[in-house]
């Protein structure tokens, strides 16, 4: 392993797949065909939809399909130009200008799922007797779910007209000022994604450091981050109840299509293992790290025993493209694309945004991904995780666009799978017991951030939805709740005190993707059942079924997505099965301690 790649000399995307930069006058064609076309739409089948054959409701279809396209390819390309200068104020400009043309220009188009949805179900079943309509059949599913959550047309478009300035606003102003918060570690300024390496670091006093520093910039921000959480939740309040959605989480599980029981049944499952899984795995790394309790930012800490590893950038793709490769030939194939093309930005840079994604526009076309790699054995894993979800993508590109829609439960199983695979393979190259009780309680520790600590993530999120039923919630009460929830998940072997109070507005799901968090969860206990499965070898082709799985997770239910492998998520012990594979993991990191007698 050699030293940490040059950030210079680190791969960077290039945009111009879809306009040469943000002056391209090809944007305003495609912003004026767009707006003409959805015009045209209104005008061709507003107030006879139902009249429409099967052919006539197809052409319609296609056409709108065809708009969806063009818009998404604007408003992705104005959103990947933004996330790696977010201090740029004509690149935030642009990409705020094209998100309220495009809400505007799609106006005339709400008519289409509202006359859709009044039409009887024999209507939709005569329509599906055509192969061609039949295609879309996952579409006209998804459309009609949302049938008795619908309000009138008028009503429909002033919320459409003012989410710009209302729930993706508040976005916004949390997105903007949590990308210009600078703070200070020994003299030395960081942006939000170099401090959190910091969290990384061997010397506790400089985690120390860092910890705290994040919690005391957070605390300063905490009246405004507060309020633009207390107005998100509201927003969400006013809209759901209108719809008459049940629960907060509800109109997020309709959206996933899986029941709120099924949430329930996981969320239950998982804290009924608070105990098993994170309670014994810290008792353990506070032994290790030489102290009775460690401190919330020392949860992710390097060993002291451990080799601290970096990664060149091409040590990390070698690891990652050959771990896929040993899994399926085909989905090395798939991945290796990404690295020879400029789909991927990878340095870490002042005004870029922190964590990393992967994005894409349209089924079609090939998705980018944003990473911000220091060369930590994390980075690989990370690496691991966002290809997982751009091969996702590259298996589903013959669904059509609106079938194809992100279904966060079932978007993490390709990535959290690519990270197992890499894991795996590491592990299997490691002779010495002391390295693999470090690359383990590496995994254990990433796999309880998923697993456990999102459910945490999702109590806090659902009491504070709840309680902001009765009135805004103040600084304090949403730190007390964030507080106990903490407590409650990772046990008594972690400190959890008022250095860590503030933690919880770093949390940008709360804040863009109300109840997202559960999905991680989710996805990592499915991926651990199917890997569970995997490694018993009873279902033959195993790889073979999975890819074709990923390439269904949009249009196919989840009964039917993992009948082939025999799960099924509406038993608690499906759940468990995933769980299990984590508690495993930690009766080897014991019995690798009594042998090595740390």
């Known amino acids: 392993m050699s030293n940490k790649s040059s950030r210079d000399s680190l791969p960077a995307w290039d945009l111009k797949d879809f306009y040469q930069d943000i002056h391209d006058p090809e944007i305003q064609v495609d912003l004026n065909e767009y707006k003409n076309g959805m015009e045209k739409f209104a005008a061709d089948y507003k107030g006879r939809v139902g009249s429409l054959t099967a052919e006539e409701f197809y052409q319609a279809v296609r056409k709108i399909e065809d708009l969806s396209v063009k818009a998404s390819r604007l408003g992705e390309f104005a959103y990947l130009n933004m996330v790696t200068q977010m201090k740029n104020a004509e690149a935030m400009g642009f990409y705020q200008n094209i998100s309220e043309k495009l809400t505007d220009y799609s106006k005339p188009a709400i ?40 309000l009138s047309e008028e009503v429909e478009e002033i919320l459409h007209e003012k989410s710009v300035t209302s729930s993706s606003a508040w976005v916004r102003l949390y997105e903007e000022t949590s990308s210009r918060l600078k703070y200070y570690v020994d003299g030395k300024e960081y942006n939000d994604a170099e401090i959190s390496k910091l969290l990384l670091d061997k010397d506790p006093e400089i985690r120390a450091k860092a910890g705290k520093e994040l919690n005391r ?67 353990l790394k506070a032994k290790w790290l030489g102290v009775d309790k460690i401190q919330y930012w020392d949860r992710n800490a390097p060993l002291p025993f451990c080799e601290d590893a970096h990664y060149s950038w091409e040590e990390s793709v070698k690891i990652v493209l050959d771990a896929y490769k040993r899994f399926s030939p085909r989905l090395y194939d798939i991945a290796k694309d990404f690295f020879d093309h400029a789909w991927i930005d990878v340095p870490p840079r002042d005004g870029k945004r922190s964590g990393a994604f992967c994005a894409s526009a349209t089924a079609e076309m090939h998705p980018y991904l944003m ?52 894991f795996q393979s590491l592990l299997s190259q490691l002779t010495d017991d002391k390295a693999k009780l470090c690359l383990i309680a590496s995994k254990v520790n990433d796999m309880i951030n998923t697993a456990i600590r999102q459910i945490a993530f999702h109590f806090f999120e659902t009491r504070c939805h709840e309680e902001r039923k009765n009135g805004e919630l103040s600084e304090q009460r949403l730190t007390e709740i964030w507080l106990e929830e903490m407590r409650a998940s990772l046990g008594d072997s972690v400190n959890v005190d008022e250095n860590s109070a503030y933690i919880w507005l770093q949390v940008g799901h709360f804040f863009f993707l109300p109840f997202y968090v559960y999905a991680y969860s989710f996805a990592d206990c499915l991926v651990n059942s199917l890997y569970q499965v995997s490694r018993e070898g009873t279902v033959e082709n195993f790889p073979d079924k999975y890819l074709d799985m990923l390439s269904k997770t949009a249009i196919t239910d989840y009964d039917k997505l993992l009948a082939p492998f025999g799960l099924n998520p509406d038993d608690p012990d499906f759940w468990n099965k995933g769980l299990s594979l984590i508690s495993g993991y930690i009766d080897q990191l014991e019995e690798l301690d009594k042998k090595l007698k740390l």
Not at 225 to 231: E, G, P, R, T, V
Request: proline share 3%.
């Open 111 to 150: 008519f289409f799922s509202l006359e859709i949805n009044a039409l009887p179900d024999a209507k939709i079943a005569e329509w599906l007797r055509n192969d061609k309509v039949a295609f879309y059949k996952p579409w006209l599913e998804k459309t009609r779910r949302f049938k008795d959550y619908e």
């Open 371 to 422: 990473l911000n790699f220091v060369g930590k054995q994390n980075d690989v894993l990370t690496l691991a995780h966002e290809l997982g979800h751009g091969c996702h993508h590259q298996l589903r590109t013959k669904n059509g666009d609106l079938n194809e829609y992100s279904r966060m439960t079932s978007e993490e199983v390709a990535s959290v799978f690519g990270e197992m695979i890499t």
């Open 217 to 283: 910039v957070s605390r300063e921000n905490a009246p405004l981050f507060s309020l633009i959480y207390n107005m998100v939740i509201k927003d969400k309040a006013i809209e759901d109840v209108k719809r008459g959605f049940r629960q907060p989480v509800s109109e997020r599980n309709m959206a996933e299509n899986v029941k709120d029981s099924t949430v329930e049944t996981l969320a239950e499952t998982v804290r009924k293992n608070y105990k098993n899984i994170a309670h014994r795995f810290y008792r």
